[in-house]
């Protein structure tokens, strides 16, 4: 059977939905407000990562390349199977598309991507902890992430690593007298023996546990997102360039729903398409889980964190560490409140939210064009009165926000799965037309 090009199968849709605004010819062009604010959403206004002043080695190429085998490695685990690969797949976005985290047991919160996160005060859900470095080593001794403890790694280093550690931090201290398993957290034999150690002793492991904290973090801030389809547009636009065909119509429009009518932009701005603060968004509780409520908890556990930049082992000085010493550590606001990652690549990253509470993207923007009511706090959203053929677009837009597809080999076929995506809603919505008919015009397979 012949099959019609996509562009020919667009026209189709295109006169199909000929009533609709979206593809009125004569529709006006970006305002300078909207074209400015599309540019500062494009990745080339990402400025260079500048340092962490509580990791000195944080740029460090030999670092990053321990912290990458650190990463890789199941050994820094209570049962030697669990790496932070395991939740932060390489080729998920360094994510594991669960709704709640696995390692050696069950966490309550949903595995976050790790692109990008170098630019971030905050890390975890809630911001529970102020660095990479210092978020790296809470999943290591967790019971139910890798079940290890810190007198366990710094043994690790020092049979495994020691070449590699001492390169980059000096040499290691001498730790073959001490416990086999010792740490102010976790099980009671293992919190009993490091009490049983001297200052000194509980020092040098903590050095030797924030350094792997360290060394890891030196190679997440090596993760960075790439370029999207969106990117090209936001660029061609900028340069006042032609941008046919770098964006669909449908595309274009929920870009425009998105900058405009949805106010994404007030969470979800800047290259990375997301403010890095904490907001409760009315995101439903999990029955069977504990309590969860957010930011209002995690300030204090943060300031109580021995790893956090204004303690012993970071290497910045009070005046590096303004985020945590001015934050708000108080206040309805912060009940439920959680940050919001990425949108980049968050079309592949389903189930959403920090306890994967919503199955899929629609839903998602379903649920903040309802604005239902917070089980907590206060619900920063309002009912947006969006229609179904504007949600369907903002769709659109955000699939645009997946990294340009890697050249195919001979044995695959390009993944147009997005588009037929695209294509489903746009036609059910806008049309009635037959699925499978429009389908069969756009080239999809059957």
Not at 219 to 247: N, Q
Not at 318 to 331: I, S, T, V, W
Not at 337 to 360: C, D, F, N
Request: charged residues 20%; glycine residues 8%.
């Amino acid at each position: 059977m012949m099959r019609l090009p996509l562009f020919v199968a667009a026209g189709v849709l295109a006169a199909a939905v000929a009533g609709w605004s979206w593809f009125d010819p004569g529709k006006p062009a970006w305002s300078p407000a909207e074209a400015k604010l599309i540019a500062s959403l494009s990745l080339s206004t990402l400025p260079k990562l500048p340092p962490d002043p509580s990791n000195a080695v944080g740029d460090d190429p030999a670092a990053a390349a321990l912290g990458r085998a650190l990463f890789f490695d199941t050994r820094l685990s209570g049962n030697g199977k669990v790496a932070c690969a395991s939740c932060h797949v390489p080729d998920r976005q360094f994510q594991d598309g669960t709704p709640l985290g696995t390692g050696m047991g069950q966490t309550n919160r949903r595995t976050m991507p790790i692109a990008g996160t170098a630019y971030s005060p905050w890390l975890f859900w809630d911001g529970r902890r102020d660095s990479q470095w210092a978020q790296a080593l809470g999943p290591l001794e967790s019971l139910v992430e890798h079940g290890a403890d810190r007198m366990q790694i710094a043994r690790l280093m020092a049979a495994n690593y020691a070449t590699e550690y001492e390169a980059v931090f000096g040499p290691l201290p001498e730790i073959t007298a001490l416990p086999e398993h010792a740490t102010p957290l976790g099980t009671e034999a293992a919190k009993a023996a490091w009490t049983s150690l001297a200052e000194r002793q509980r020092d040098d492991v903590n050095r030797v546990f924030a350094n792997v904290g360290k060394a890891i973090a030196a190679f997440e801030r090596t993760i960075e997102p790439r370029p999207t389809r969106f990117d090209a547009y936001a660029d061609a636009l900028v340069a006042g360039r032609d941008t046919a065909g770098l964006l669909t119509a449908v595309e274009v429009e929920g870009l425009r729903v998105f900058v405009g009518k949805g106010e994404c932009t007030k969470c979800h701005n800047g290259p990375l398409f997301t403010d890095q603060h904490f907001h409760n968004t009315g995101v439903p509780a999990v029955a069977g889980l504990p309590e969860d409520r957010g930011r209002i908890v995690a300030t204090a556990q943060v300031l109580a964190d021995p790893f956090n930049c204004l303690g012993a082992y970071s290497d910045a000085g009070p005046a590096g560490c303004a985020e945590l010493r001015y934050m708000d550590r108080e206040g309805e606001d912060l009940i439920r409140a959680y940050k919001p990652p990425s949108l980049r690549g968050v079309a592949e990253r389903a189930p959403y939210m920090h306890s994967g509470q919503i199955a899929t993207l629609a839903a998602v923007l379903r649920h903040y064009n309802a604005a239902p009511a917070a089980p907590g706090g206060h619900s920063e959203l309002r009912p947006m009165a969006m229609s179904e053929a504007e949600l369907a677009a903002l769709e659109a837009f955000l699939r645009t926000l997946s990294e340009t597809p890697r050249m195919e080999t001979s044995h695959d076929r390009p993944d147009r799965s997005h588009l037929a995506l695209e294509l489903r809603s746009i036609t059910e919505i806008a049309t009635g037309l037959s699925v499978p008919s429009f389908r069969r015009a756009a080239g999809f397979a059957d």
